[in-house]
């Protein structure tokens, strides 16, 4: 079992910065391909970015290309969303997942463990 805590969320106008981080704890979580997706009101949860175990490789969403780094501290046993340039599209409940497998990094069904989740909200 892992849980996972989401913080950094908040409200930034449009062009401002966030740091967003998930705290991992219980079983290892460096063995993990985690990701972070986001969700809002009315729309289907979406995926944002991904990162391997060993943290080489990563995925993103186009729209958050150039945008949004994740990176991944396995000592810290913490994963981190930097995202930079932020739009008012940005505007979401944004949840870190965790996988015990290999995902298709996209797809929510795949990941077996989510946080609460945490509000960004970007003012235009």
């Known amino acids: 079992q892992v849980q996972l805590a989401e913080s950094g969320g908040g409200v930034v106008q449009a062009g401002g910065s966030l740091r967003l981080s998930c705290a991992a704890s219980g079983r290892t979580f460096s063995r993990n391909a985690m990701a972070w997706f986001r969700q809002a009101p009315g729309k289907e949860r979406e995926f944002v970015a991904s990162i391997s175990w060993g943290g080489t490789n990563t995925v993103y969403t186009d729209s958050v290309k150039g945008r949004f780094t994740i990176s991944r501290d396995n000592a810290k046993n913490s994963v981190l969303l930097q995202m930079n340039s932020l739009k008012p599209e940005d505007t979401a409940v944004y949840y870190c997942?965790?996988?015990?497998?290999?995902?298709?990094?996209?797809?929510?069904?795949?990941?077996?463990?989510w946080g609460q989740g945490t509000q960004v909200t970007v003012s235009s």
């Open positions: 997942a965790a996988a015990a497998g290999s995902p298709t990094p996209r797809i929510p069904v795949q990941y077996d463990y």
